[in-house]
């Protein structure tokens, strides 16, 4: 079977000059994640590596550069899923781990259990060999910036621009508002050459977040999803509806009964739109190696490498 790789990089209205890092940060991690594909590795290896990557870059709301809490530190989450195993690990609210991914590869591998977080997930994780770093190594001076921002505006009386979940329904902005704030979670889903399918995902979460928040990205079903039997599927945008939905499953539950996976790529987001007026973005990818992308919002950088070669962008037509 050829192998394919699939991932992205935030679903969100990404100004004119972040678009060029955001492509070169998709583009780097394709390439590492589909080159361990091609000497063999797992789907899981695959996106355990493109994750690390995308974390690795500033340019995205995952690992180095994540969004701020209100109180000034960065608070990530993170889901692994095995779909020809269904295991799974998780962590969340993790503050002095680099690499998120990486520990909640280590929890679906070393553990019983499927779910760690805060002060537990990082002495888990540094249990099993990951280094703890100081909080201050994963902020970047651009969000330092944002987080200023968001608070005037709060302080100001505005609407709060961080998508809390908590706005009253008159104050929601719809899908196709010109400016939505930055989502750049980030993810990928790949088949590798033995049939199996594995989904992971990673985030800084949400700007301005109260402490402890956790989104949909680490939780099974919702930003990430990834079983044989249906699809392997990573999720991006406003959280909370995202998790109302139990959206990654109800996408790879179309597959199984027979959408293709583009059509429910699709209809998942319409389905977001309409029923909680949420935006976003998601990939989809079948064990036979058809997939899906599908966005709301005016960007989602992405990625994909499968028998027709690597192609990336930060719109997608579908």
């Known amino acids: 079977m050829k192998p394919v790789l699939l991932i992205h990089g935030g679903a969100w209205a990404i100004p004119g000059g972040e678009l060029d890092p955001h492509r070169a940060g998709v583009k780097k991690a394709l390439t590492a994640g589909y080159a361990v594909l091609e000497k063999g590795g797992s789907a899981l290896d695959s996106v355990e590596c493109a994750v690390t990557s995308l974390e690795d870059d500033p340019a995205f709301d995952a690992g180095t550069g994540s969004f701020l809490t209100r109180d000034g530190r960065v608070q990530m989450d993170a889901l692994i899923m095995d779909g020809a195993r269904m295991l799974a690990g998780g962590v969340a609210c993790v503050e002095r781990l680099k690499n998120p991914i990486q520990a909640a590869r280590l929890v679906l591998e070393k553990s019983r259990h499927v779910y760690f977080v805060g002060q537990g997930a990082e002495a888990f994780a540094h249990e099993h060999g990951m280094p703890l770093i100081d909080n201050a190594d994963l902020i970047v001076d651009r969000e330092r ?17 961080s998508f809390s979940g908590d706005e009253p329904p008159q104050m929601r902005r719809p899908a196709t508002s010109a400016r939505m704030d930055s989502h750049d ?10 049939g199996r399918i594995a989904a992971a995902t990673s985030t800084g979460g949400t700007l301005n977040k109260a ?8 939780l099974i079903g919702c930003g ?16 909370e509806p995202i998790m109302k939905l139990v959206l990654g499953k109800w996408a790879a539950d179309r597959v199984q009964a027979g959408s293709a996976p583009q059509d429910a790529a699709q209809a998942s987001i319409a389905y977001l739109a309409r029923r909680l007026n949420g935006h976003g973005g998601i990939l989809v990818l079948a064990p036979d190696g058809r997939w899906g992308i599908a966005h709301n919002t005016p960007h989602m950088a992405w990625g994909v490498c499968d ?6 962008g930060t719109e997608f037509p579908g």
């Open 145 to 161: 910036a944002r987080l200023r921002e968001a608070q005037e505006r709060e302080r100001a009386g505005l609407p709060d621009s």
């Open 211 to 218: 402490p402890g928040r956790v989104g949909d990205s680490s």
């Open 224 to 239: 990430c999803y990834a079983d044989n039997l249906s699809a392997a599927v990573s999720l991006t945008g406003w959280g």
């Open 307 to 312: 028998a027709q070669g690597p192609r990336i």
């Open 185 to 194: 979670t980030v993810g990928a889903v790949a088949l590798d050459a033995e």
